[in-house]
């Protein structure tokens, strides 16, 4: 079956440590893919985006995202956390040939000051 | 800045009694989405509209209506809010064209549904 796993529900990091939170799929072919931020009674905010072409992405508040064809996996992740960074975040695919997202569960990330 | 507004922030509404949220936007974004956010839950799309094209998702219950009276405007009415309809609702914007996906989908804050 079509689908999109957070395996992680809850994340605690300290602050200034690395953070790495996981996203797999499973479709025939590549989907967009796609990260999105939650802070609490807000809505979602998009971190980064693949469509294609390179593999590393780049997105806002210092994070970054890998696709990884071979693993069906598109991990986000930044070197050095900060505690404005505790919030919920969303992997969201759009499958080939749609323009609707499926979300995965999310992973709701807790910083240690 | 062109953004999704929501309005309002806060909804508080009585068992049964009808409630409309609204959703605006400034990106001329062609279609519009609406999600039903329950706590600690990835966001569950209701409907959406592909220009003026209404496409509702299979279990969305009937008690949900939309409307879309321009480009720039989309409401979501509950007809008969059950305790189980508080939720926060999301409204989203996307561009898309033809065969092609779309880009990506953007938020408003939301409105919080509180149902007494």
């Known amino acids: 079956a079509q689908s999109v796993t957070q395996p992680d529900i809850h994340i605690t990091v300290s602050e200034g440590a690395s953070l790495e939170l996981r996203c797999n799929y499973s479709?025939?072919?590549?989907?967009?893919l796609f990260w999105y931020v939650q802070s609490p009674g807000q809505g979602l905010q998009l971190l980064l985006k693949y469509f294609s072409g390179d593999t590393l992405v780049q997105g806002i508040k210092g994070f970054e995202a890998e696709f990884k064809r071979s693993q069906s996996s598109f991990n986000l992740r930044k070197p050095s956390v900060h505690w404005s960074d505790a919030a919920e975040y969303f992997c969201a695919v759009a499958p080939p040939g749609t323009y609707k997202y499926i979300f995965g569960t999310g992973t709701r990330l807790k910083v240690l000051a | 800045d062109a953004m999704v507004i929501q309005n309002p922030r806060y909804q508080v509404t009585q068992f049964g009694k009808p409630v409309t949220l609204s959703c605006s936007q400034t990106l001329n974004h062609n279609v519009m989405y609406w999600y039903q956010q329950k706590s600690s839950q990835a966001p569950k799309l209701l409907f959406h509209y592909y220009d003026k094209d209404f496409n509702n998702e299979a279990d969305t219950p009937d008690n949900f209506q939309s409307r879309r009276p321009n480009t720039s405007f989309c409401f979501l009415d509950i007809r008969s809010p059950g305790l189980g309809d508080a939720a926060m609702y999301l409204c989203a914007t996307s561009r898309t064209s033809g065969t092609e996906r779309s880009q990506p989908q953007h938020f408003g804050d939301g409105t919080r549904l509180s149902i007494l």
């Open positions: 479709y025939g072919a590549t989907p967009y």
